[in-house]
């Protein structure tokens, strides 16, 4: 009643203000403007306070364990574990239901998803994958894309940093990619560094690129298999190596140490510089940056059969193949198990007639047998593992766990019954 009457008493003014057929707020004065307004801002604010009103006259009425009040009305609850949100006077289920354009639609129609999903500019329902919000409109995905809210086709132009580019390529079967804001097709082009470059094929010779003819394919496949970048420029990784720029290779020099080509059969890159083979093929480096305050890297050179590398620290290989690291511990995977957290670490020993599969969660180890660890970011939202009891359905949901037969996992990571 309030709404009807204040409606005819705005109509009221705004014919005052035009007597002609159509009504146009910019051939209106600043003045009238201001009226029309303050008369709408008025209007939403007693809209409001009615609607409050009512929603305080309803909560009094109905339970809220069994009601659900929206702009006043009471809506049946037939579940308090299924969860009802508002879409403006009516209660909808947000799993299997969107409020879009202030009206519910359907999620799921006779057991199967419709696709809708999302709500453009709060107005139009759409199913992303088939379809794309762009500046407030919904377009093909197939067809279209969007570019910084600009819609183009993709059959004729990209987008490339956030800037709508035109496809050059005459290639129907062109694998279109991006080079800084340049479009381009990768099977004839290659992008080094922001700069677009033809692949190189250094087994054709000179006369041989001169005789070829314009029409005739202009790369070969060996070019396009063997192209590499080296920062902005291209080359042929069969005769050049990238070692502080490109260098011509030679035999048997097939690893770069810093700027210098070496050939790791007869030495070893360590600690910025070239060391010998010490131990033949069982030659390692390890090495630790900044090992003490002040001091320069410490690196040393050991024998692997005999000894492992653990965070810049030797350890003794006692366990032959079954050695690994636990940060700067050694210890045998076959006994222990080590559950790391950043950089600490926890070692555990295997209890094999309780547990035949262990693993960890966080620091933590657990019977994979028996329980389940879930990961995810708490309320406050710290990255955090929990462990929770096992069954053969048992599925998780960020940090809960959950029955994957009578419920399921909704976004937001919230855990409800099946409908």
Do not use: W
């Not at 364990?65 to 508002?86: M, N, Q, T, V, W």
């Not at 009516?90 to 009206?103: F, I, N, Q, R």
């Not at 766990?401 to 996992?409: E, L, Q, T």
């Amino acid at each position: 009643m309030i709404s009807l009457c204040f409606i005819v008493v705005l109509c009221s003014q705004l014919a005052v203000v035009s007597t002609s057929g159509d009504f146009d707020f910019g051939s209106i004065d600043t003045s009238d403007k201001k009226k029309v307004d303050a008369s709408l801002q008025s209007f939403f604010e007693m809209l409001k306070k009615d609607n409050e009103h009512k929603q305080q006259l309803c909560m009094k009425k109905y339970s809220p364990k069994r009601f659900r009040c929206c702009e006043g009305r009471a809506h049946f609850i037939p579940s308090r574990r299924i969860k009802y949100l508002c879409c403006r006077g009516k209660a909808y289920v947000p799993t299997s239901h969107l409020c879009c354009g202030m009206e519910v639609q359907r999620k799921v129609v006779s057991g199967h998803r419709t696709g809708i999903k999302k709500c453009c500019a709060g107005k139009n329902p759409y199913e992303p994958g088939k379809e794309l919000c762009c500046n407030k409109e919904v377009i093909s995905s197939k067809r279209y894309g969007c570019c910084r809210n600009k819609k183009y086709e993709r059959a004729f132009a990209t987008c490339c940093s956030g800037k709508i580019t035109p496809i050059l390529s005459m290639n129907p079967n062109a694998e279109i990619g991006c080079c800084g804001d340049e479009a381009y097709d990768m099977k004839e082009k290659i992008c080094c560094a922001g700069k677009l470059g033809d692949f190189v094929d250094d087994s054709i010779g000179v006369g041989q690129h001169q005789l070829r003819q314009p029409q005739l394919p202009h790369i070969s496949e060996s070019g396009r298999q063997h192209t590499r970048c080296c920062n902005n420029q291209a080359y042929d990784s069969r005769t050049k190596m990238c070692c502080n720029g490109l260098k011509k290779k030679e035999a048997g020099l097939t690893e770069c140490c810093f700027g210098r080509m070496i050939d790791p059969t007869k030495v070893i890159c360590c600690n910025y510089g070239i060391q010998e083979l010490k131990y033949g093929k069982n030659t390692g480096c390890c090495r630790f940056d900044n090992y003490r305050k002040g001091l320069q890297d410490y690196f040393e050179i050991y024998n692997t059969e005999t000894q492992i590398c653990c965070g810049g620290k030797l350890e003794k290989r006692e366990h032959g193949a079954s050695t690994s690291c636990c940060i700067q511990r050694s210890y045998n995977v076959d006994t222990h198990v080590c559950c790391k957290e950043k950089a600490r670490a926890r070692l555990y020993k295997k209890n094999p007639n309780k547990c035949e599969n262990y693993r960890c969660c966080g620091r933590r180890m657990y019977c994979n047998d028996k329980l389940i660890c879930c990961a995810g970011n708490d309320s406050r939202g710290r990255y955090r593992e929990r462990i929770h009891k096992k069954t053969e359905h048992s599925r998780c949901c960020g940090l809960r766990a959950y029955n994957r037969v009578s419920h399921k996992c909704d976004t937001g990571n919230k855990v409800s019954e099946l409908s």
